[in-house]
């Protein structure tokens, strides 16, 4: 399974997902206007969930789109691949993922059952039915979420298969589910595997990562960025001297062009690292120096720890993208699993390729025509809520400053 959704992430289908990509950042950029203080965090939200909904489903779910007043657009603009209007379930679907991602955080404070099973794995599920059922709980309220969304992608799985069905294979999307489905159509194996619940629980997933880890990045970046004036210069220099505001780069060119916002993203990520833990079950006895793990044991990655660790990156609290340039002797000096944001081995995430593409085509189209400054109203330093990933607390506000050069 794990092979045909890695085959989704290959360059070539990657590269092919630029101008899809590219469209929706620029009608994204058309809601900022000079002068004017957005919470920068719901704005990447939007984008990045209308992003990963087209490469997903297939489908627009039209959040990064400019608000239409009531009653002077009476379309739609949530549709399935056939082209059938899905505005109703699209939209109360969306209002469901949003309000999980953004305020149902499974983290410490919120949910017993999960402090519970950081201590005591075997005891999570038991706590979680019984919590589940005692009214005002955090572990009820998720439950609830959890339950009306998987229903709700239950139904969008099921449309997509019946309007396969109903149509030739030239007319097919290749996004995340239909490439899926293809795979299941062709081998018996993959039938018995990829049920209608796991396919839900499979797509939702891809919907979730590419969604609210992305958007916290591109958040903290700009954040730091502004920050910093001294890099902001830097950087918009290397992205000014690309070309034209209209020149779309190529997936060389983000590999290639543009190595200062390599180091400033990758900056930005060991700073405010989204999944600061990773979990991992030992699948056999494990001797680690002094240390036995038997088969079976939880093992918590601090990547967090990792890379804040003096050792790996000496004045680990300031913010320095040069600390990544290739030839320095930090980089050079660095363990090479000091720094790794997504993981590593044969179970890093899959969709990191994807992230840092549409990360770095945002920064380069908002950096051509906007700066941002840190608006008043916003707290110093950043609040967070930690949980398996983290989230803003209050956002990430800022002002919207519009470059002279426009």
Not at 210 to 221: E, H, N, P, W
Not at 291 to 296: M, W
Request: with cysteine.
């Amino acid at each position: 399974m794990r092979n045909i959704i890695v085959s989704i992430y290959q360059p070539s289908h990657l590269a092919g997902l630029i101008p899809t990509m590219e469209s929706y950042i620029e009608r994204a950029a058309t809601n900022l206007q000079h002068g004017e203080e957005v919470d920068f965090s719901k704005l990447a939200l939007s984008l990045f969930t209308d992003v990963i909904g087209q490469a997903a489903f297939g489908a627009d779910f039209g959040l990064s789109r400019k608000p239409t007043p009531p009653g002077e657009d009476g379309k739609s603009h949530a549709r399935d691949d056939a082209g059938s209007t899905q505005a109703n379930a699209s939209s109360e679907f969306i209002k469901m993922h949003l309000q999980a991602t953004t305020s149902l955080k499974m983290d410490l404070s919120g949910s017993l059952s999960i402090i519970v099973g950081q201590l005591m794995p075997f005891l999570h599920q038991p706590f979680r039915q019984v919590l589940t059922r005692i009214p005002g709980s955090a572990d009820r309220e998720i439950d609830r979420v959890n339950n009306e969304l998987s229903r709700q992608m239950d139904g969008m799985v099921a449309d997509r298969i019946a309007a396969r069905e109903h149509s030739p294979a030239s007319e097919q999307h290749k996004d995340f589910l239909s490439v899926v489905l293809a795979a299941k159509e062709r081998g018996a194996s993959a039938q018995e595997l990829l049920t209608p619940d796991y396919l839900s629980g499979l797509t939702y997933e891809h919907l979730l990562a590419g969604s609210a880890t992305t958007s916290f990045t591109l958040s903290c970046t700009v954040y730091l960025i502004a920050k910093h004036p001294e890099v902001e210069e830097k950087l918009l220099r290397e992205i000014d001297a690309f070309g034209a505001h209209d020149r779309v780069p190529t997936a060389d060119d983000l590999q290639t062009k543009f190595p200062y916002l390599d180091q400033v993203l990758k900056e930005s990520m060991r700073f405010y690292m989204v999944s600061p833990l990773v979990a991992r079950e030992t699948s056999e006895r494990v001797e680690i120096g002094a240390y036995v793990l038997p088969k079976g044991t939880w093992v918590w990655l601090a990547l967090g720890v990792l890379a804040k660790d003096p050792n790996n990156f000496p004045d680990p609290e300031l913010f320095r993208p040069e600390r990544f340039e290739p030839t320095c002797d930090e980089e050079r000096r660095r363990h090479p699993y000091a720094f790794i944001p997504f993981g590593i081995g044969p179970r890093a995430c899959i969709g990191q390729k994807f992230s840092i593409q549409e990360i770095k085509l945002s920064l380069i189209h908002l950096y051509r025509h906007f700066v941002f400054r840190h608006s008043p109203s916003m707290e110093s330093p950043l609040e967070f809520q930690y949980g398996i990933v983290v989230n803003f607390k209050y956002g990430v506000k800022l002002q919207v400053i519009r470059r002279q050069r426009d």
